[in-house]
């Protein structure tokens, strides 16, 4: 070897931290392209999105989790947020819910507010198509001693009831007009 001639060193490979490059260099080297993987960015900190699995099943969380804390839903593959649903009264965050078998949607600002709405298809029920006649708030479905009834939103201070028929209000007979 000359002067000129540098020699030879031996330093360890810098570290890959480029989720790309890992990406690139993971490959099988048989030359074969495959399908692009599509990246999701997080919509809170921009960076990207990662399928995990959690006790619940597969869900997308951010990569710069504990930092960032934004999850969505797998939905066949991509990530959905979950719809948000709040509560007419207060409106606080309604939470779905379960005690024993009995599914329902709650308030999270219990024990303040006391709103509860059944479970329709995995959203809370709209009962909004209700109105209470005493008060002019609206009617909730509710499950009591005795089974289903509606009830006004605001109980304890509107306590006005309606029977409940295979979950549909029924409405209370108007009392004919005394003059005929």
């Given at each position: 070897?000359?002067?000129?001639?540098?020699?030879?060193?031996?330093?360890?490979?810098?570290p890959?931290?480029d989720a790309?490059?890992?990406e690139?260099?993971?490959q099988?080297?048989?030359?074969y392209?495959?399908?692009?993987?599509?990246?999701?960015?997080?919509?809170?900190c921009?960076?990207?999105?990662?399928?995990?699995?959690?006790?619940?099943?597969?869900?997308?969380?951010?990569?710069?989790?504990?930092?960032?804390?934004y999850t969505?839903?797998?939905?066949?593959?991509?990530?959905?947020?979950?719809?948000?649903?709040?509560?007419?009264?207060?409106?606080g965050?309604?939470?779905?819910?379960?005690?024993?078998e009995?599914?329902?949607w709650?308030c999270?600002?219990?024990?303040?507010?006391k709103?509860t709405?059944?479970?329709l298809n995995g959203?809370?029920?709209?009962?909004?198509?209700?109105p209470?006649?005493a008060c002019?708030?609206?009617?909730?479905?509710?499950?009591?001693a005795?089974?289903y009834?509606?009830?006004c939103?605001?109980?304890?201070?509107?306590?006005?009831?309606?029977?409940?028929?295979?979950?549909?209000p029924?409405?209370?007979?108007?009392?004919?007009?005394?003059?005929d």
């Amino acid at each position: 070897m000359s002067r000129d001639t540098p020699k030879p060193t031996h330093h360890s490979p810098k570290p890959i931290t480029d989720a790309w490059e890992q990406e690139f260099l993971s490959q099988d080297g048989s030359g074969y392209i495959g399908a692009p993987s599509k990246r999701y960015r997080c919509p809170k900190c921009q960076g990207v999105l990662l399928l995990k699995s959690g006790k619940n099943g597969a869900f997308w969380g951010c990569e710069n989790f504990p930092s960032c804390d934004y999850t969505a839903n797998n939905d066949e593959g991509r990530p959905v947020r979950a719809k948000k649903f709040f509560c007419p009264l207060c409106n606080g965050q309604l939470r779905k819910k379960s005690h024993g078998e009995n599914v329902f949607w709650g308030c999270s600002n219990y024990p303040e507010c006391k709103l509860t709405l059944d479970d329709l298809n995995g959203e809370p029920s709209s009962s909004k198509k209700y109105p209470c006649r005493a008060c002019g708030h609206y009617l909730v479905r509710k499950k009591g001693a005795k089974g289903y009834f509606w009830g006004c939103i605001k109980y304890p201070e509107c306590k006005h009831t309606l029977q409940d028929d295979k979950g549909l209000p029924v409405p209370r007979k108007l009392r004919p007009n005394s003059s005929d």
